[in-house]
């Protein structure tokens, strides 16, 4: 699976396939709740709408799409295939070439922002106020921020030799944490782009990393079949989670925190549960 992501309320999972297939489960069954297998080609990103209601997806054929989980349809809202993310108050749909203004029902291309500073991105996420959107540029290997509304360039870094591929903020907006392809795992401070601690390295690319909703750990998913949970503070190794043999494309928590899902390779969507270890079952 090329994307996963849980529901806020937590009773469900959203999966993107390589099948060119979006599929809902319920998380605590693995029970298909809604299936949308109408894509061409594959489903590169998916994420859920904070009133659960809807769900936004890019594809290989650089569509993005609405998802309108109660009556089964879907719409096409502009173009982007590597990411997607969706700002708190639901305005806003960020890409990975543009961002999609509910209200006013337009696109706006990242070169016609004011940055004009970047033409494609990697990875996107807003930040929990959602007043801040960072976007791992696939341009010049550079880290930015952005201030939404105004879309004001806030700040750029460009790391030597990191290409970017994925990035998350913090639940608290203080920090943002990015896996690159060169497999390393990075914190920096979320003002002034500043890199704080290198907190782990993969074998392998980092496809997808994220904050726990305490902010005290962070999941990385790599195509080295594996998925790590490091300590924020700490700036180290927690726990290889699960038992993978395929590239591991996402990850993502619940929201209490109790629950890591994951999309692999091997087109498992699997969920994790913190007990005393990490003990996963898939849902098929």
């Not at 209200?103 to 990875?123: E, Q, V």
């Not at 201030?147 to 700040?155: D, N």
């Not at 290198?198 to 594996?226: C, K, M, Q, W, Y």
């Not at 591991?248 to 005393?276: C, E, H, L, W």
Request: proline content about 2%; overall charge neutral; aromatic content about 8%.
């Amino acid at each position: 699976m090329q994307s996963v992501a849980f529901s806020r309320d937590g009773r469900r999972v959203a999966s993107a396939g390589e099948d060119g297939s979006v599929i809902v489960w319920d998380a605590a069954s693995g029970h298909k709740e809604n299936v949308f297998a109408d894509y061409k080609n594959s489903v590169n990103a998916v994420a859920f709408a904070p009133d659960g209601g809807w769900l936004a997806t890019a594809d290989q054929d650089a569509e993005i799409r609405l998802l309108d989980l109660a009556r089964g349809v879907s719409r096409e809202i502009g173009d982007g295939n590597y990411c997607v993310a969706i700002s708190p108050d639901e305005r806003w749909v960020a890409t990975s070439v543009s961002v999609f203004d509910r209200a006013a029902d337009r696109a706006i291309s990242y070169m016609d922002l004011s940055s004009k500073t970047m033409t494609a991105c990697y990875g996107v996420d807003f930040s929990a106020d959602g007043r801040r959107l960072a976007c791992a540029s696939s341009d010049h290997e550079k880290l930015l921020l952005l201030e939404v509304e105004s879309w004001r360039l806030l700040g750029s870094v460009r790391a030597g030799g990191t290409n970017f591929k994925s990035v998350c903020f913090s639940p608290d907006g203080r920090l943002l944490v990015t896996g690159d392809v060169q497999g390393a795992v990075r914190l920096w401070d979320a003002s002034s782009l500043r890199e704080i601690a290198l907190i782990g390295r993969h074998a392998a690319r980092v496809n997808a990393v994220a904050f726990s909703p305490d902010g005290r750990e962070v999941a990385s998913a790599s195509d080295d079949e594996t998925v790590a949970l490091w300590d924020v503070r700490r700036r180290r190794l927690v726990a290889r989670v699960g038992t993978h043999n395929a590239p591991v494309r996402s990850v993502a928590f619940s929201p209490d925190g109790r629950r890591i899902v994951t999309g692999g390779a091997d087109k498992s969507v699997r969920v994790y549960t913190r007990r005393r270890t990490l003990w996963g079952y898939s849902l098929d």
